[in-house]
């Protein structure tokens, strides 16, 4: 695959912002895209009115409730199962953390998770120097889980490296969580670790900021 | 310091947050040190994060907050109220399915989930014929609503479009048209070609002249924030 030239770049970014390139175009142009930052900037301020245009169009009632039917769609998924058996034999609550500067938020079984690992939920919170808790972690059952991170408190802006745990101490790094004014939050798959013990946030050098234990 | 927080079961919206002040050992100071903080409203993007692992009441808030908007774009697209029912449930399940992936640092979450409604409703549409379309000139959104049922939302809604409505009245009639086929309704530079009787380079000629006068009234806007 060619890389795309600035020049190519600026001819085509508000194509690109529409969706209106080929895979071929596109695939070039990102490639491009990779170590140009000011094409970067180009074509993600073509983004800002390609969304803003969508700003524009009215909002409108739908014929019948939406909620309904979306959330009875999910039911067929793996998550949704575990998350009914939770609500049916735990009577799950939601516990909301929040703190000065932001809101974090955790679904949290109550007793009797069942039997089977896919009903358990873990949460804990994310702990940071000092024993200051600084944001929530929330793990589904499931091999990898699904994370749900969160800090809303104390962890200055910026990018920071999340890395999954196993039990063997071997870390796992499983995304990125971009912190700006003082919150950040990301979901995503354990990667390659079924059983995770902990999620660190992990510093530009190489230092734990905070830690959430899941087991 | 440490944090307590209490919620109502079964609200996702509004909770009730107390901090609790701690000395070096962690004991719990008088009851004079407990300060109850603020009822906040949770963040758009942790309404998503709770969604995107499955929760029942974080689904029905995302609905709440955003489903006129979702409804509204994909009756735009659509003109249809059976397909853009249809089109606007499939985009939260989409959103559900992807909710990992929203960046929060290139864009809002009603943003995100304008975009998913649009391309879900293009992708539809695409085996319609483009003569059940909405006419670009009829598109009486692109003015100012003369009237609007929810005043707090008109207010944020404006903040953040009325750049682009006063960006929009300075780009010609003929490029408005063709960003607005290319940006909202989905159709390619060919399809703008074929509606307005042009040749296709004067299509893309048309949606990127517009769009580029439109990418400066943005800068503008932002630089002056």
Request: charged fraction near 20%; aromatic fraction near 4%; charge should be negative.
């Amino acid at each position: 695959m060619t890389d795309a030239t600035c020049d190519v770049v600026r001819e085509c970014a508000a194509d690109f912002a529409l969706g209106a390139l080929t895979g071929r175009e596109r695939a070039e142009l990102l490639a491009h895209l990779d170590h140009c930052a000011s094409c970067q900037t180009l074509v993600g301020e073509y983004a800002g009115v390609a969304d803003a245009l969508l700003d524009l169009v009215p909002e409108a009632d739908p014929p019948r409730e939406l909620g309904p039917p979306v959330l009875a769609a999910l039911r067929p998924a793996p998550i949704r199962r575990w998350r009914h058996r939770v609500v049916t034999l735990a009577a799950a609550a939601i516990v909301a953390i929040s703190t000065a500067t932001g809101v974090t938020w955790a679904l949290v079984a109550g007793g009797g998770s069942g039997s089977s690992q896919h009903a358990a939920l873990h949460s804990a919170a994310m702990v940071g120097s000092g024993g200051l808790t600084v944001g929530r972690v929330v793990s589904t059952g499931d091999e990898p889980p699904k994370l749900a991170v969160s800090v809303d408190y104390w962890v200055a802006d910026g990018s920071y490296q999340l890395a999954a745990l196993d039990r063997k101490g071997t870390s796992v790094p499983v995304g990125t969580l971009q912190v700006s004014g003082g919150r950040g939050t990301w979901t995503g798959r354990a990667g390659s670790v079924d059983h995770p013990v902990a999620v660190a946030l992990v510093d530009q050098s190489g230092s734990v900021v905070c830690r959430g234990r899941l087991a | 310091m440490i944090e307590v927080a209490l919620m109502p079961t079964g609200t996702a919206d509004r909770h009730a947050a107390i901090t609790v002040v701690t000395d070096v050992s962690g004991v719990i100071p008088p009851t004079a040190f407990l300060v109850v903080l603020a009822v906040r409203k949770l963040t758009d993007e942790a309404v998503l994060a709770g969604f995107g692992v499955g929760d029942v009441e974080a689904g029905n808030e995302l609905v709440r907050r955003f489903g006129r908007r979702v409804y509204g774009v994909a009756i735009t697209v659509t003109r249809d109220a059976r397909l853009a029912e249809d089109v606007a449930q499939e985009a939260f399940v989409r959103a559900w399915r992807h909710a990992e992936t929203f960046d929060p640092r290139r864009g809002s979450v009603a943003s995100w989930l304008s975009v998913i409604t649009r391309n879900f409703a293009i992708d539809t549409m695409r085996a319609q014929p483009r003569s059940e379309l909405v006419d670009p000139d009829d598109l009486d959104w692109l003015s100012p609503p003369a009237q609007e049922p929810n005043p707090a939302d008109v207010a944020l809604r404006a903040s953040d479009s009325e750049w682009l409505r006063g960006a929009l009245d300075d780009v010609p009639d003929e490029q408005r048209r063709a960003v607005v086929l290319a940006g909202v309704l989905g159709f390619t530079a060919e399809e703008v070609a074929d509606r307005e009787g042009i040749p296709v380079g004067t299509a893309k000629s048309r949606i990127r002249l517009a769009m580029d006068k439109l990418r400066r009234a943005h800068v503008a806007t932002e630089a002056a924030r």
